[in-house]
């Protein structure tokens, strides 16, 4: 099957989720961390959640929020990194998490992860294991982490204008059917002043269905919607500029320095949507460096062909097989991005 967790795991975390009153929930900033916060917040309609932006790793520093909260359960959904500091410095506050990122081993802490059995499928699809509710958030939460769930289908029969019978892929799924600017929206509504964050965060909490958001049925949804389309307007121009770089080239290559709310990710996602014989590297200028999100279709494995590439040159990366986040320092970037087709083309020859 391609459910994130086992029975017996389930009955496990419900467990969990039922036996507290004041759960503190640490969830990563993307929209799949989103949905399943919002997933076990409006099941359980109390406790408080934290997005982490930026680079997902916990620290003692997290710890304290909990605990000043005064927090009788830690969750952390769908972030990669704790530090052992972090649960040690708990104090004793019992602590859960559920990912599908690399396992880790840490001491205090009931962990779960379906990559102990090879799997890798994103956490909202376990929260709706759970929670068996909100299955618009779930579905859409896991779309948004390039994955099509496996209830996808019960969704299609309650939402069948959403997700059309036509609609057979995750990418068109994501970037070309009618669910594509919810799957933004929850993106673009982390983005921003962290007061702002907060706020659309706890107006989600409380939106009744898709439509009220499609619509813009409420004053809540209109909310949610200017935040988007705000947004929306400097995402659709970064595209367009992007695209404009597009050549022979194995590699779409694009700079850029005004990007304030950083939908670099964002924006190389879609361009691998539209591109995908291509790596596309995405460069935002900071303090002399450019900051990169790369990103190749199945045909390349771009990993490894980035490691390489980093050889001999000031930077640093790291990440998946078909995603990569990157650091080079602006005087090596030409030469990085001729190691990078020197690799492509290495690859390719095989």
Known sequence: TMLMLTETEVTKLKDHLDHCNHPFIFFHDDPDGLASFLLFYRYKKEGKGFPLKAFPRLTAQHASKAVEYGADKVFILDIALADQEFFDALNGIPCVWLDHHALVERQKVHYFNPRIRGD???????????????LWLATIGSIG?????????KFRAEYPDLLPANITTVEEALFNSPISPIVKLLSFNLKGPTSEVMQSIKILTRIESPYEILNKATPQ????????EKINRMYEELLARAEKNVTKDPLLVFTYSDDQLSLTKDVANELLYKYNDKIIVLGREKDGEYRCSLRSGPKTILLPIVEKALLGIQGYGGGHDHAVGAGIKKEDFARFLDNIRIGYHEQHKK
């Open 120 to 134: 890798n499928i994103p956490t909202p699809v376990g929260c709706y294991q759970i929670v068996q509710q909100d």
């Open 145 to 153: 982490d390039w994955h099509l769930p496996e209830f996808a289908d």
């Open 221 to 228: 949804a209109r909310f949610l919607v200017k935040k988007y």
